[in-house]
Protein backbone atom coordinates (compact mmCIF):
# COMPACT_ATOMS: atom_id res chain seq x y z
CA UNK A 1 0.00 0.00 0.00
CA UNK A 2 1.06 3.54 -1.35
CA UNK A 3 0.22 6.46 1.26
CA UNK A 4 0.49 10.37 0.36
CA UNK A 5 -0.55 13.29 2.45
CA UNK A 6 -1.83 15.77 0.23
CA UNK A 7 -1.48 19.78 0.61
CA UNK A 8 -4.15 19.41 3.65
CA UNK A 9 -1.96 16.57 5.19
CA UNK A 10 -4.73 15.09 7.38
CA UNK A 11 -6.17 14.20 4.09
CA UNK A 12 -4.45 11.21 3.12
CA UNK A 13 -4.31 9.63 -0.81
CA UNK A 14 -3.67 5.30 -0.40
CA UNK A 15 -3.08 3.02 -3.10
CA UNK A 16 -3.16 -0.70 -1.87
CA UNK A 17 -0.98 -3.12 -3.96
CA UNK A 18 -3.15 -4.94 -6.77
CA UNK A 19 -1.75 -8.11 -8.04
CA UNK A 20 -2.25 -8.89 -11.51
CA UNK A 21 -2.33 -12.21 -13.29
CA UNK A 22 -4.02 -13.88 -15.95
CA UNK A 23 -7.41 -13.67 -14.11
CA UNK A 24 -7.34 -10.56 -13.46
CA UNK A 25 -6.38 -8.93 -10.46
CA UNK A 26 -6.37 -9.47 -6.31
CA UNK A 27 -6.21 -6.61 -4.23
CA UNK A 28 -6.71 -5.85 -0.31
CA UNK A 29 -8.75 -2.89 -0.60
CA UNK A 30 -8.92 -2.44 3.39
CA UNK A 31 -6.44 -3.63 6.12
CA UNK A 32 -7.00 -2.23 9.40
CA UNK A 33 -2.98 -2.98 10.21
CA UNK A 34 -1.76 -0.81 7.20
CA UNK A 35 -4.28 1.88 8.00
CA UNK A 36 -3.13 2.40 11.47
CA UNK A 37 0.79 2.22 10.26
CA UNK A 38 -0.43 5.72 7.84
CA UNK A 39 -2.43 7.49 10.75
CA UNK A 40 -5.84 6.18 9.49
CA UNK A 41 -6.92 4.22 13.24
CA UNK A 42 -10.42 5.30 13.61
CA UNK A 43 -13.29 2.24 13.48
CA UNK A 44 -15.63 2.12 10.71
CA UNK A 45 -19.12 1.34 11.60
CA UNK A 46 -21.07 1.32 8.48
CA UNK A 47 -20.23 1.29 4.43
CA UNK A 48 -21.53 3.27 1.31
CA UNK A 49 -22.24 2.56 -2.04
CA UNK A 50 -23.91 5.27 -4.77
CA UNK A 51 -23.88 4.31 -8.56
CA UNK A 52 -24.16 7.85 -10.74
CA UNK A 53 -25.00 7.05 -14.25
CA UNK A 54 -24.12 10.15 -16.06
CA UNK A 55 -20.95 11.83 -16.36
CA UNK A 56 -20.98 15.38 -14.38
CA UNK A 57 -23.24 14.26 -11.24
CA UNK A 58 -22.21 16.30 -8.30
CA UNK A 59 -22.99 15.01 -4.80
CA UNK A 60 -21.55 17.25 -1.92
CA UNK A 61 -20.34 19.34 -0.35
CA UNK A 62 -21.55 17.21 2.79
CA UNK A 63 -21.18 16.32 6.35
CA UNK A 64 -22.39 15.46 9.24
CA UNK A 65 -22.28 17.65 12.46
CA UNK A 66 -20.85 16.11 16.08
CA UNK A 67 -21.42 13.28 17.43
CA UNK A 68 -22.24 12.23 13.87
CA UNK A 69 -19.38 13.61 11.91
CA UNK A 70 -17.72 11.33 9.45
CA UNK A 71 -14.15 10.17 8.37
CA UNK A 72 -14.41 8.64 5.36
CA UNK A 73 -12.67 5.98 3.01
CA UNK A 74 -13.17 6.52 -0.73
CA UNK A 75 -12.89 4.45 -3.14
CA UNK A 76 -14.20 3.95 -6.85
CA UNK A 77 -14.86 0.17 -8.33
CA UNK A 78 -16.17 1.27 -11.61
CA UNK A 79 -15.73 4.63 -13.34
CA UNK A 80 -13.84 7.77 -11.84
CA UNK A 81 -14.30 11.08 -10.13
CA UNK A 82 -12.88 13.79 -9.01
CA UNK A 83 -13.47 13.79 -4.88
CA UNK A 84 -12.66 17.04 -2.91
CA UNK A 85 -12.22 17.29 0.74
CA UNK A 86 -12.71 20.99 2.59
CA UNK A 87 -11.81 21.70 5.86
CA UNK A 88 -14.39 22.61 8.26
CA UNK A 89 -12.08 22.19 11.30
CA UNK A 90 -12.47 25.93 13.71
CA UNK A 91 -8.82 26.85 14.66
CA UNK A 92 -7.22 25.11 11.57
CA UNK A 93 -4.19 26.25 9.51
CA UNK A 94 -5.71 24.64 6.30
CA UNK A 95 -9.70 25.95 7.46
CA UNK A 96 -11.55 26.82 4.95
CA UNK A 97 -9.36 25.24 2.27
CA UNK A 98 -9.65 22.40 -0.47
CA UNK A 99 -7.62 19.40 -1.57
CA UNK A 100 -8.57 17.10 -4.45
CA UNK A 101 -7.95 13.93 -6.12
CA UNK A 102 -8.97 11.91 -8.77
CA UNK A 103 -9.92 8.48 -7.75
CA UNK A 104 -10.95 5.68 -10.43
CA UNK A 105 -10.84 1.98 -10.47
CA UNK A 106 -8.54 1.94 -12.79
CA UNK A 107 -5.50 4.04 -10.80
CA UNK A 108 -7.12 2.01 -7.47
CA UNK A 109 -6.73 4.89 -5.05
CA UNK A 110 -8.45 5.78 -2.45
CA UNK A 111 -8.73 9.02 -0.13
CA UNK A 112 -9.11 9.34 3.48
CA UNK A 113 -11.16 12.28 4.68
CA UNK A 114 -11.40 12.90 8.68
CA UNK A 115 -14.35 13.98 10.73
CA UNK A 116 -14.99 17.35 10.29
CA UNK A 117 -14.21 18.00 6.50
CA UNK A 118 -17.31 18.56 4.00
CA UNK A 119 -16.82 15.85 0.96
CA UNK A 120 -17.74 16.18 -2.59
CA UNK A 121 -16.86 14.29 -5.81
CA UNK A 122 -17.73 14.70 -9.32
CA UNK A 123 -18.01 11.80 -11.65
CA UNK A 124 -15.82 11.80 -14.49
CA UNK A 125 -17.71 8.91 -16.09
CA UNK A 126 -21.01 7.30 -16.75
CA UNK A 127 -22.02 4.42 -14.10
CA UNK A 128 -19.53 5.15 -11.48
CA UNK A 129 -19.44 3.08 -8.59
CA UNK A 130 -18.47 5.28 -5.56
CA UNK A 131 -17.79 3.46 -2.47
CA UNK A 132 -16.47 4.18 1.04
CA UNK A 133 -16.26 3.66 4.82
CA UNK A 134 -17.13 5.88 7.47
CA UNK A 135 -16.59 6.04 11.08
CA UNK A 136 -19.98 7.33 12.28
CA UNK A 137 -23.10 6.26 11.30
CA UNK A 138 -25.67 8.28 9.25
CA UNK A 139 -28.05 10.37 10.66
CA UNK A 140 -30.00 12.50 8.99
CA UNK A 141 -31.14 15.53 11.39
CA UNK A 142 -27.51 15.95 11.37
CA UNK A 143 -26.35 16.42 7.71
CA UNK A 144 -25.42 19.90 6.14
CA UNK A 145 -24.27 20.79 2.98
CA UNK A 146 -22.43 23.39 1.41
CA UNK A 147 -23.08 24.72 -2.53
CA UNK A 148 -20.83 22.71 -4.57
CA UNK A 149 -19.43 26.08 -5.96
CA UNK A 150 -19.34 28.07 -3.40
CA UNK A 151 -17.35 31.23 -3.96
CA UNK A 152 -15.80 31.51 -0.72
CA UNK A 153 -14.44 27.60 -1.05
CA UNK A 154 -12.85 28.39 -4.89
CA UNK A 155 -12.81 25.03 -5.38
CA UNK A 156 -11.61 23.83 -9.27
CA UNK A 157 -13.43 21.74 -10.42
CA UNK A 158 -13.04 19.57 -13.42
CA UNK A 159 -16.69 20.48 -15.07
CA UNK A 160 -18.74 23.45 -15.89
CA UNK A 161 -21.60 24.73 -13.84
CA UNK A 162 -23.86 24.19 -17.25
CA UNK A 163 -22.53 20.28 -17.10
CA UNK A 164 -23.08 19.71 -13.92
CA UNK A 165 -26.05 17.15 -12.08
CA UNK A 166 -27.31 17.84 -9.20
CA UNK A 167 -30.25 16.00 -6.30
CA UNK A 168 -31.91 18.91 -5.74
CA UNK A 169 -30.88 19.00 -1.94
CA UNK A 170 -27.94 20.01 -3.09
CA UNK A 171 -29.26 22.49 -5.36
CA UNK A 172 -29.96 25.03 -2.87
CA UNK A 173 -27.25 24.26 -0.95
CA UNK A 174 -25.87 27.23 1.67
CA UNK A 175 -22.40 29.14 1.33
CA UNK A 176 -19.84 27.81 2.92
CA UNK A 177 -20.11 31.00 5.95
CA UNK A 178 -23.75 30.69 5.88
CA UNK A 179 -24.20 27.10 6.80
CA UNK A 180 -23.33 26.66 10.44
CA UNK A 181 -20.89 24.28 10.24
CA UNK A 182 -18.10 23.72 12.97
CA UNK A 183 -15.97 21.06 13.69
CA UNK A 184 -13.23 21.03 16.63
CA UNK A 185 -9.52 21.50 15.57
CA UNK A 186 -7.11 19.37 17.86
CA UNK A 187 -4.14 20.09 16.37
C1 LIG B 1 -25.87 9.39 3.12
C2 LIG B 1 -27.05 8.44 3.36
C3 LIG B 1 -28.22 8.59 2.68
N1 LIG B 1 -29.26 7.77 2.92
C4 LIG B 1 -30.50 7.94 2.14
C5 LIG B 1 -31.14 9.31 2.27
C6 LIG B 1 -31.73 9.54 0.91
O1 LIG B 1 -33.05 9.02 0.85
C7 LIG B 1 -30.87 8.73 -0.05
C8 LIG B 1 -29.91 9.58 -0.87
O2 LIG B 1 -29.16 10.39 0.01
P1 LIG B 1 -28.30 11.61 -0.51
O3 LIG B 1 -29.03 12.32 -1.59
O4 LIG B 1 -27.88 12.42 0.67
O5 LIG B 1 -27.04 10.85 -1.15
P2 LIG B 1 -25.67 11.50 -1.65
O6 LIG B 1 -25.94 12.83 -2.27
O7 LIG B 1 -24.93 10.49 -2.41
O8 LIG B 1 -24.94 11.79 -0.26
C9 LIG B 1 -23.62 11.38 -0.02
O9 LIG B 1 -22.74 12.31 -0.67
C10 LIG B 1 -21.36 12.08 -0.46
C11 LIG B 1 -20.60 13.20 -1.12
C12 LIG B 1 -21.00 11.85 0.96
O10 LIG B 1 -19.92 12.22 1.42
C13 LIG B 1 -21.93 11.03 1.76
O11 LIG B 1 -21.65 11.11 3.15
C14 LIG B 1 -23.37 11.38 1.49
O12 LIG B 1 -23.65 12.67 2.04
O13 LIG B 1 -30.17 7.80 0.76
C15 LIG B 1 -29.17 6.76 3.84
O14 LIG B 1 -30.14 5.99 4.07
N2 LIG B 1 -28.00 6.59 4.53
C16 LIG B 1 -26.93 7.39 4.32
O15 LIG B 1 -25.85 7.21 4.97
Not at 32 to 57: A, C, E, W, Y
Not at 172 to 183: G, T, V
Request: charge should be negative.
Amino acid sequence: MHAERLAIPDVILVTPARFEDSRGFFSETYNQDQLSKVGITLPFVQDNQSLSRQKGVVRGLHCQLAPYEQGKLVRVTRGAIWDVAVDARTGSPTYGQWVAAELSAENWSQLWIPPGFLHGFVTLEENTEVQYKCTSLYSKPSERAVIWNCPELNITWPISEADAVLSDKDKIASHFSKADISFSYNG
